[in-house]
């Protein structure tokens, strides 16, 4: 089978599909990747892939460039006549979702969250649930990464019931983020946050109570690594890292080693289709604090692996951090080995793998 897979970034499709793409790959398919030139295409050249680059924009709603795109996946269906399309991100799955359904190729599509334009108001939802619609719904399947996702969708009357396919994120595979013994006791509690520094991810509520933290005389410390997708943040985070206190990363090709040194993991995600972050620290045996929301929540096991906090809520999540804070270190460690028996049992990619191709073919 000739399968053609399209997204709108190297690093998301490497990172997190590399394992069903392989499987791809070790059963005889020949695949196709569409997408923009990216750090990690070689890879994905490497393993077996055949790249054809397509510039995808990313931000917005742009008339004259989606229309471009549209035109774009015209011609590579045309051209690889696949037998099977799979789609990941709201314009892959909208316009390559499109070309497939003219061209009457079965596709798959899947969504990684609702993002800002479907979990808002007005016009851009109506606009961004009439073009779902439109490219998304004759899809053979549409898979989503939570419950609360899938159950948002069918509301609007975007996908039948029937269609859809609820999977455990995109799956970790426990071998890679391998267990870590605890940190020392005799340190000072190391949290970190791993994501994109923007408003969404909830860095504004990790500030406000590390701030909190720090007034209460707590001795810990505050890392952060990522890139920064909001410039407003970046003079802020350069005037807090000359304080000891907080430790910028950057942006780490293997986040394990930072995982390693912390003790807790922390992600106060306004919205998320399962963040990949809080399984792979929980794979790592470290305890989390994320929000309630679908996408963080089912990472967190009852209060076994970790605690929840309210969304948008920096009091809640600062009471979440002061209660991790105030554990004994023994009862630290053992929430580590909890995310990591939980993860294993839940979240393993390679189950996440049989239940994605068992609904592709």
Same mark, same amino acid.
């Given at each position: 089978?000739?399968i ?13 599909r ?7 790959i070790?059963?005889?398919h ?25 510039p995808?924009d ?6 004259k460039?989606d ?43 899947n969504i ?9 108001k ?27 996702n ?11 019931p ?23 006791e ?16 909830g ?5 406000? $109570? /590390?701030? +909190?933290?720090? #007034? %209460?005389?707590?001795? !810990?410390d505050?890392?952060?690594? *990522?890139?920064?997708?909001? @410039? ?31 003790h ?26 994320t ?13 076994e ?13 600062? $009471? /979440?951090? +002061?209660?991790? #804070? %105030?554990?004994?270190? !023994?009862?630290?460690?053992?929430? *580590?080995?909890?995310?990591? @028996? ?12 049989e239940e ?6």
């Amino acid at each position: 089978m000739r399968i053609l897979i399209a997204a709108n970034d190297s690093d998301g499709l490497y990172f997190f599909r590399r394992d069903l793409i392989k499987r791809f790959i070790d059963d005889g398919h020949e695949v196709y990747v569409s997408l923009p030139d990216g750090d990690w295409t070689e890879s994905l050249v490497e393993m077996g892939c055949h790249f054809i680059e397509t510039p995808v924009d990313r931000r917005g709603i742009n008339i004259k460039n989606d229309i471009k795109l549209l035109i774009k996946y015209f011609k590579i269906i045309k051209s690889v006549k696949p037998d099977l399309v799979i789609t990941y991100t709201i314009k892959p799955n909208v316009y390559c979702g499109l070309a497939a359904r003219l061209k009457r190729i079965p596709y798959a599509v899947n969504i990684t969250g609702l993002g800002t334009a479907l979990q808002g108001k007005g016009v851009l939802k109506e606009i961004a649930k009439l073009l779902y619609h439109i490219g998304c719904g004759k899809a053979k399947v549409a898979f989503t990464e939570n419950p609360g996702n899938r159950d948002e969708l069918c509301r609007m009357k975007l996908f039948k019931p029937e269609k859809m396919c609820v999977l455990h994120g995109a799956g970790v595979n426990t071998e890679h983020f391998a267990f870590e013994e605890y940190p020392p006791e005799n340190e000072k509690t190391h949290f970190l946050f791993i994501g994109r520094i923007m408003q969404e991810k909830g860095i504004d509520e990790y500030f406000a $109570a /590390a701030d +909190k933290l720090l #007034a %209460d005389g707590y001795d !810990a410390d505050f890392r952060i690594a *990522g890139t920064y997708d909001e @410039d407003e943040y970046r003079q802020q985070i350069e005037q807090r890292i000359k304080s000891d206190r907080f430790i910028y990363h950057g942006w780490l090709t293997d986040i394990r080693p930072a995982i390693k040194a912390a003790h807790c993991f922390v992600l106060p995600s306004w919205h998320e289709g399962m963040a990949n972050t809080l399984l792979e620290s929980a794979a790592m045996g470290r305890p989390l604090i994320t929000s309630n929301i679908h996408g963080c929540m089912e990472a967190v096991n009852g209060e076994e692996n970790g605690f929840l906090c309210e969304v948008r809520n920096a009091d809640s999540l600062y $009471a /979440a951090m +002061k209660r991790f #804070a %105030d554990l004994p270190y !023994a009862k630290k460690a053992e929430m *580590g080995r909890a995310s990591r @028996d939980y993860i294993c049992k839940v979240f393993e990619k390679k189950q996440v793998v049989e239940e994605t191709v068992k609904h592709l073919y």
